[in-house]
C-alpha cells in the first residue's frame, strides 16, 4: 500500500508518499517550515498543503511532537499549548496520528537497525527537542517522552538536543559530552540491548557519535530524518487494513464465527 506520511517537527512539516511494503519513499520528500505559533489550524493548513503537493487522496499519516492518545493531543511541548485536547485525527480530515519519535521508532524497528532485534531497543531522536520510543521484543511502549527527564536540574532536551547545540553554540565535540551524560542516565535505567540515534543529526553521525563511549551499543538511525515519514505511513496502512477487515465482518453477517477458547 502507498501511503502519505507527514512528520510535523519544531522547525519544519515534511512529508512523502511512502511504499510501505519496503519502507521506501516513493517521491522526493516536501518540506515546508513549521507556522510561528505552531497552532493547530496554521499547521492543519500546512498538511493539506503537503497532500495538495502530491495531489494525495489515499490514506494519511502524521506524527506529532508530543502525547498522542486515540488521535487525541495530551501534551505539546515544543509547539503551541492550544494542541492539548485536540482531535489531530479529526482535524487532519481522519488521518492517522501518532508521537513521532513512536513512528521513526516503529520505521526503524521494521526496516532499519532495530529490525529483527530482541530484547529492549531505545530510539531517540535529536531536533528541536529529544524525542523517544522505547521496544520491548518488537512492541512499543508508547508515548514515552524520555527527552522530558530532569538531568542536572534541566529537561534532558534543553541541554542535549540539536536545537540546545546551536543555541549554546557548541563544537560537535563538546555536544556529544552532553549527548553521553544524557545516554548514560538512560542506560542506567532502562539497560537497553540497543540505542538507535536518529533525528536530523543521524546525518552528521560521523562528528559526533565516535565522541561516545557507552557500554550499550549505539548506532545512527538507517532511515536518518525520513523514519517519522515512513512510520507514519506505516501506521496508516495498518490502520486502514483493519478498518477494512473490520468493514468486510459487518458486510457479511454469514461469516462463520470463531469458537470461544476456554480461559
Same mark, same amino acid.
Given at each position: 500500500?502507498?501511503?502519505?506520511?507527514?512528520?510535523?517537527?519544531?522547525? !519544519?512539516?515534511?512529508?512523502?508518499?511512502?511504499?510501505?511494503?519496503?519502507?521506501?519513499?516513493?517521491?522526493?520528500? =516536501?518540506?515546508?517550515?513549521?507556522?510561528?505559533? /505552531?497552532?493547530?489550524?496554521?499547521?492543519?493548513?500546512?498538511?493539506?498543503?503537503? $497532500?495538495?503537493?502530491?495531489?494525495?487522496?489515499?490514506?494519511?499519516?502524521?506524527?506529532?511532537? !508530543?502525547?498522542?492518545?486515540?488521535?487525541?493531543?495530551?501534551? &505539546?511541548?515544543?509547539?503551541?499549548?492550544?494542541?492539548?485536547?485536540?482531535?489531530?485525527?479529526?482535524?487532519?480530515?481522519? +488521518? /492517522?496520528?501518532?508521537?513521532?519519535?513512536?513512528?521513526?521508532?516503529?520505521?526503524?524497528?521494521?526496516?532499519?537497525?532495530?529490525?529483527?532485534?530482541?530484547?529492549?531497543?531505545?530510539?531517540?531522536?535529536?531536533?528541536?527537542?529529544?524525542?523517544?520510543?522505547?521496544?520491548?521484543?518488537?512492541?512499543?511502549?508508547?508515548?514515552?517522552?524520555?527527552?522530558?527527564?530532569?538531568? =542536572?536540574?534541566?529537561?534532558?532536551? %534543553?541541554?542535549?538536543?540539536?536545537? &540546545?547545540?546551536?543555541? =549554546?553554540?557548541?563544537?560537535?565535540?563538546?555536544?556529544?559530552?552532553?549527548?553521553?551524560?544524557?545516554?548514560? %542516565?538512560?542506560?542506567?535505567?532502562?539497560?537497553?540491548?540497543?540505542?538507535?540515534?536518529?533525528?536530523?543529526?543521524?546525518?552528521?553521525?560521523?562528528?559526533?557519535?565516535? %565522541?561516545?563511549?557507552?557500554?550499550?551499543?549505539?548506532?545512527?538511525? +538507517?532511515?536518518?530524518?525520513? $523514519?517519522?515519514?515512513?512510520?507514519? +505511513?506505516?501506521?496508516?496502512?495498518?490502520? +486502514?487494513?483493519?478498518? $477494512? $477487515?473490520?468493514?468486510?465482518?459487518?458486510?457479511?453477517?454469514?461469516?462463520?464465527?470463531?469458537?470461544?477458547?476456554?480461559?
Amino acid at each position: 500500500m502507498n501511503v502519505l506520511g507527514i512528520d510535523i517537527g519544531g522547525s !519544519g512539516i515534511k512529508g512523502a508518499p511512502v511504499d510501505t511494503t519496503t519502507g521506501r519513499l516513493i517521491s522526493e520528500r =516536501h518540506r515546508i517550515p513549521t507556522p510561528q505559533p /505552531a497552532e493547530p489550524g496554521p499547521v492543519a493548513d500546512v498538511v493539506r498543503a503537503l $497532500a495538495a503537493h502530491f495531489s494525495w487522496t489515499g490514506p494519511v499519516g502524521v506524527t506529532f511532537p !508530543g502525547v498522542v492518545r486515540d488521535g487525541v493531543v495530551r501534551t &505539546a511541548a515544543n509547539v503551541d499549548p492550544s494542541w492539548i485536547g485536540v482531535d489531530a485525527g479529526d482535524l487532519f480530515g481522519g +488521518a /492517522a496520528v501518532l508521537n513521532d519519535a513512536d513512528a521513526a521508532g516503529i520505521a526503524e524497528m521494521t526496516f532499519g537497525e532495530g529490525r529483527g532485534r530482541r530484547g529492549t531497543v531505545l530510539m531517540l531522536t535529536f531536533g528541536t527537542g529529544i524525542g523517544s520510543a522505547l521496544f520491548v521484543d518488537g512492541v512499543l511502549v508508547p508515548n514515552t517522552e524520555f527527552g522530558h527527564l530532569e538531568l =542536572h536540574g534541566k529537561e534532558a532536551e %534543553h541541554r542535549a538536543s540539536d536545537r &540546545a547545540r546551536e543555541e =549554546h553554540d557548541l563544537s560537535w565535540e563538546k555536544w556529544a559530552e552532553r549527548v553521553e551524560d544524557y545516554l548514560r %542516565h538512560m542506560e542506567m535505567l532502562l539497560s537497553p540491548a540497543l540505542i538507535v540515534v536518529g533525528g536530523g543529526v543521524s546525518k552528521k553521525a560521523g562528528k559526533w557519535l565516535p %565522541h561516545i563511549r557507552l557500554d550499550t551499543p549505539v548506532v545512527p538511525a +538507517a532511515l536518518q530524518n525520513e $523514519a517519522g515519514i515512513i512510520g507514519a +505511513a506505516q501506521t496508516a496502512a495498518q490502520t +486502514a487494513a483493519q478498518t $477494512a $477487515a473490520q468493514t468486510a465482518d459487518v458486510a457479511d453477517p454469514a461469516a462463520p464465527v470463531p469458537p470461544l477458547r476456554d480461559r
